[in-house]
C-alpha cells in the first residue's frame, strides 16, 4: 500500500501552518482599508502574505526532493528507468519511420507501463 503525503509528518505539519498563517493573513488584508503607508495593517498584511507564500514554494521544493529521494532510494527505481529506456528507444524508433497507429500505440503501452511503475511508488496515492 502506497504511503500517504500526509505521513510526511513534520513536512506535512509545517505545510498545514504556513496555509493557516496564510488565511489568517488573508482575512486582515480583505478588512483592512488599503493604505501606502508601510506600518498600515494593509501593507504589513501584504508583505505578510509574499513572505508566506514564498515560504511555501520553497516548502513545496523540499518536499518534492524528499519524495526524490525516496524514489531513488526505493527498489522499484531500477525497473522504471528500465521501462522508460525501453520506452524513449521505441518512441525514438518510430521517428524514423512511418507514424502508423499501431506504432504510436506501441509507444503508449510502454509509456503507460512506466506510468504505472511510478503509481505504485510510495508517497504518490492519495495526494494532497
Given at each position: 500500500?502506497?504511503?500517504?503525503?500526509?505521513?510526511?509528518?513534520a513536512?506535512?505539519?509545517?505545510?498545514?501552518?504556513?496555509?493557516?498563517?496564510?488565511?489568517?493573513?488573508?482575512?486582515?488584508?480583505?478588512?483592512?482599508p488599503?493604505?501606502?503607508?508601510?506600518n498600515?495593517?494593509?501593507?504589513?498584511?501584504?508583505?505578510?502574505?509574499?513572505?508566506i507564500?514564498?515560504?511555501?514554494?520553497r516548502?513545496?521544493?523540499?518536499?518534492?526532493n524528499?519524495?526524490?529521494?525516496?524514489?531513488?532510494?526505493?527498489?522499484?527505481?531500477?525497473?522504471i528507468?528500465?521501462?522508460?529506456?525501453?520506452?524513449?528507444?521505441?518512441?525514438?524508433?518510430?521517428?524514423?519511420?512511418?507514424?502508423?497507429?499501431?506504432?504510436v500505440?506501441?509507444?503508449?503501452?510502454?509509456?503507460?507501463?512506466?506510468?504505472?511503475?511510478?503509481?505504485?511508488?510510495?508517497?504518490?496515492?492519495?495526494?494532497?
Amino acid at each position: 500500500m502506497p504511503v500517504q503525503i500526509q505521513t510526511l509528518g513534520a513536512w506535512a505539519q509545517t505545510r498545514n501552518t504556513l496555509v493557516q498563517d496564510l488565511m489568517m493573513s488573508m482575512q486582515i488584508l480583505q478588512s483592512a482599508p488599503y493604505s501606502d503607508d508601510p506600518n498600515s495593517d494593509f501593507q504589513r498584511a501584504t508583505a505578510t502574505d509574499s513572505g508566506i507564500l514564498d515560504a511555501l514554494r520553497r516548502h513545496a521544493v523540499l518536499g518534492i526532493n524528499q519524495i526524490d529521494d525516496a524514489i531513488a532510494a526505493g527498489p522499484l527505481i531500477g525497473e522504471i528507468n528500465t521501462l522508460s529506456k525501453a520506452a524513449k528507444k521505441e518512441a525514438d524508433r518510430i521517428q524514423t519511420i512511418a507514424h502508423t497507429i499501431t506504432d504510436v500505440a506501441g509507444v503508449v503501452d510502454k509509456v503507460t507501463a512506466v506510468v504505472t511503475k511510478f503509481a505504485a511508488l510510495p508517497f504518490i496515492s492519495g495526494a494532497g
